[in-house]
């Protein structure tokens, strides 16, 4: 399974426009367009699963720098999160665990 990033979307790209865009070069496992969580409005960038990995890479060479909607396209393979708890809320101070929600710390044992 082959992830790919898809950036600088136009607002108006739909689900169906990138299933029919990569669709040309194989089989198109899930798109998943970024929404804002507050507004669910789009946020201009997207995520294509492709089922042959040969079939993605051939997507991102031809893809990448093309038009779509007016807009240059930026397409690469998807780089996994980091496992390393990074990007995460909240803070830490040297030695002390995080606290979240603001209320009173925990008890002392």
């Not at 790919?4 to 029919?20: P, R």
């Not at 507050?38 to 990448?64: C, H, K, T, W, Y």
């Amino acid at each position: 399974m082959k992830n790919i990033y898809v950036g600088n979307l136009s607002f108006s790209t739909t689900q169906e426009d990138l299933e029919s865009l990569f669709g040309q070069f194989g089989q198109v496992e899930r798109v998943h367009i970024v929404r804002d969580r507050d507004s669910g409005q789009p946020r201009g960038f997207a995520f294509v699963e492709m089922v042959v990995d040969q079939e993605g890479d051939n997507a991102i060479q031809a893809l990448n720098r093309t038009d779509l909607h007016g807009r240059t396209l930026t397409v690469n393979e998807a780089r996994p999160r980091p496992a390393d708890g990074r990007g995460g809320g909240g803070f830490q101070r040297q030695g002390r665990p995080r606290q979240f929600g603001g209320g009173q710390p925990e008890p002392r044992r």
